[in-house]
Nanobody, 124 residues
Framework: QVQLVESGGGLVQPGGSLRLSCAPS????????MGWFRQAPGKEREFVAA????????YYEDSVKGRFTISRGNAKNTVYLQMNSLQPEDTAVYYC?????????????????WGQGTQVTVSS
């Protein structure tokens, strides 16, 4: 069974940093587009960032540009989300997703595989 496993969430003070990781189990995803999404309480899921299978195309939601960085590991099978200058409005459950082509869509509906999510809480 294919799974995406996220890690790295937690509680951080405003202005702090966290790095989320996403790794698949059960198969290799190193040629697939990968994305990060988040869902805050009472809100709809929203796009955060995406990276193509090659790693050459990267997209960010406007509110995280300049603060968050998406990247792939050397083997391209692991995807990271480095989050700096975190603010309370970044508090959400963060989900990793995989799209079974090399593209990097912004729409969650285009992703076929999802992780179970990791909680990020930004609070003093």
């Amino acid at each position: 069974q294919v799974q995406l496993v996220e890690s790295g969430g937690g509680l951080v003070q405003p202005g702090g940093s966290l790095r989320l990781s996403c790794a698949p189990s059960g198969r290799t995803f190193n040629s697939y587009g990968m994305g990060w999404f988040r869902q805050a309480p009472g809100k709809e899921r929203e796009f955060v960032a995406a990276i193509s299978g090659s790693g050459l195309s990267i997209y960010y939601e406007d509110s995280v540009k300049g603060r968050f960085t998406i990247s792939r590991g050397n083997a391209k099978n692991t995807v990271y989300l480095q989050m700096n200058s975190l603010q309370p409005e970044d508090t959400a459950v963060y989900y990793c997703a995989a799209h079974t082509s090399a593209l990097a869509p912004r729409r969650g509906e285009q992703y076929e595989y999802w992780g179970q999510g990791t909680q990020v809480t930004v609070s003093s």
